[in-house]
């Protein structure tokens, strides 16, 4: 046998070994875990909870909702006692998901592929300040990600995923999603280097939009394009266009809410057909 041959057999030995020991310390945590000595048997959460990045980073039920995953009774095990919270109130999500996310030593283990400070940025972005502000339909984690079907953005069913997230934001910008998904941006933004709506919106940091977003050096078109560019000249006078609308006051505020809409098809005229005035017909019965 050559030395090429040897070393062949013995990665291949190794990795065989490797996944053998892989799949019985998996066998033996699923065993050890009551919670789903349980939940395996019954339908719902815990079959879609089989997919989740959580699942697959042997991070059980009592990771986030405490408990005893070694007691088999389950009045014990899912007693306060043991640390159980069953729910989470939808304005304390946020925090509660942040207790690991943004815990720097706690998410290293698993070598996360974006920052950890996501819970400060979700914080003061206007999705956080409007949930903070008591506004209980503003987007938290759970919206955009899923709950107990939560996978890694790298998966293309991953709700926040590349190919995925402007239909997450659709729902509940559906108007805008739509004028988007028209335009050659939406076309064009559906891959890890153009993630969707995040490009020139961000993510977890995300701010209320402004006409400033469209003009200077600082602006979401200048990573890619140019200051001469005609792009560039178009974002300029949809600005413009969008300013003069801000100006007029309370009379054009309907017309300026439909522009910021269509502002997304990045089709000056269109913007233009939509800030017009709506005409009423008139009343028959009147006289």
Not at 140 to 167: F, K, M, W, Y
Request: proline content about 5%; hydrophobic content about 35%.
């Amino acid at each position: 046998m050559t030395g090429s041959a040897v070393k062949f057999e013995v990665c291949w030995r190794r990795t065989i070994l490797v996944g053998l020991c892989l799949l019985l310390g998996c066998a033996a945590w699923a065993g050890e875990d009551s919670c789903f000595d349980c939940h395996r048997v019954m339908e719902g959460m815990s079959l879609r909870f089989t997919n989740d990045i959580h699942f697959a980073n042997a991070i059980s039920c009592a990771g986030c909702h405490g408990g005893d995953p070694r007691e088999s009774d389950q009045n014990v095990a899912m007693s306060a006692s043991r640390g159980f919270k069953l729910r989470v109130q939808r304005r304390d999500i946020p925090v509660f998901c942040g207790r690991c996310h943004s815990n720097t030593n706690f998410m290293g283990k698993y070598q996360p592929q974006i920052r950890v400070d996501q819970l400060a940025q979700y914080t003061n972005s206007v999705h956080g300040q409007r949930l903070a502000a008591g506004r209980k339909r503003a987007a938290e984690c759970v919206d955009c990600h899923g709950v107990h079907n939560t996978r890694a953005i790298s998966d293309p069913l991953s709700t926040a995923s590349p190919q995925r997230v402007s239909q997450t934001c659709a729902k509940c910008h559906a108007a805008t999603a739509e004028a988007f998904a028209d335009s050659r941006h939406g076309k064009l933004f559906n891959t890890p280097r153009r993630p969707g709506c995040t490009v020139c919106h961000s993510s977890h940091a995300m701010k209320s939009a402004t006409t400033a977003m469209l003009t200077g050096s600082t602006s979401v078109c200048a990573p890619c394009h140019r200051p001469d560019s005609k792009s560039a000249r178009l974002a300029e006078e949809i600005a413009q266009f969008l300013t003069g609308l801000e100006a007029a006051g309370s009379g054009s505020k309907e017309a300026l809410a439909r522009a910021r809409v269509a502002v997304h098809s990045m089709n000056l005229e269109a913007l233009k057909l939509v800030a017009k005035p709506v005409s009423t017909p008139p009343d028959p019965d009147e006289k």
